[in-house]
């Protein structure tokens, strides 16, 4: 009699923890889905800005990252003409441009992420004349979301934002001072 008590309830025990376990299905698509592939189509916003993410991207860039792990990208020739890139990794999306101008090696990147929440961030990135410098995590919503959240957003970024740009303008001044200075 015990035998069987146990037998039926191995059953009923695996019914019972099988959520708890093992994931569903579509938990397993979403967490093996890359950033874009998980956002397609869709439009978010960070208050100043609106950006849809597309699986097509990689056809605007020169380069999807990465090509391999032992490769050195890019050639010397590609700094100088400069070159556009993307990486896209399940959590994560990024893209930016390398270039070498006639004075010092400049890159901009954008990179977006997701957290645990899967609430969407982004942070700028610029590097060049002066050390690398980047915004803070500026955070984005869908873009039809309710306008007293767009709002709030909004007000959150403003200073990660204007703190990135103001650094961007004291840049380019020392630019055009040792150019100004030098040439």
Aim: glycine fraction near 4%.
């Amino acid at each position: 009699m015990k035998n069987i008590a146990v037998i039926l309830s191995i059953p009923i025990l695996f019914i019972a923890c099988e959520n708890k376990v093992i994931p569903n299905n579509m938990q397993l698509q979403n967490e093996e889905k890359t950033f874009l592939s998980k956002y397609n189509k869709s439009t978010w916003t960070n208050g100043f800005e609106t950006y849809t993410f597309d699986t097509n991207y990689s056809q605007n860039v020169d380069v999807v990252l990465p090509i391999c792990d032992t490769c050195f990208l890019p050639t010397l020739e590609c700094h100088m003409c400069g070159y556009t890139w993307m990486r896209d990794e399940i959590g994560k999306f990024s893209f930016g441009k390398n270039y070498q101008n006639d004075f010092f090696y400049e890159e901009d990147e954008t990179q977006f992420y997701e957290d645990s929440t899967n609430s969407i961030y982004s942070r700028y990135i610029r590097g060049g004349f002066s050390e690398t410098y980047e915004s803070g995590p500026v955070l984005w919503v869908p873009h039809n979301e309710d306008s007293l959240i767009v709002e709030k957003v909004k007000l959150k970024n403003q200073s990660f934002l204007e703190d990135f740009h103001q650094k961007k303008r004291e840049e380019n001044q020392k630019i055009d001072e040792y150019i100004d200075e030098n040439y």
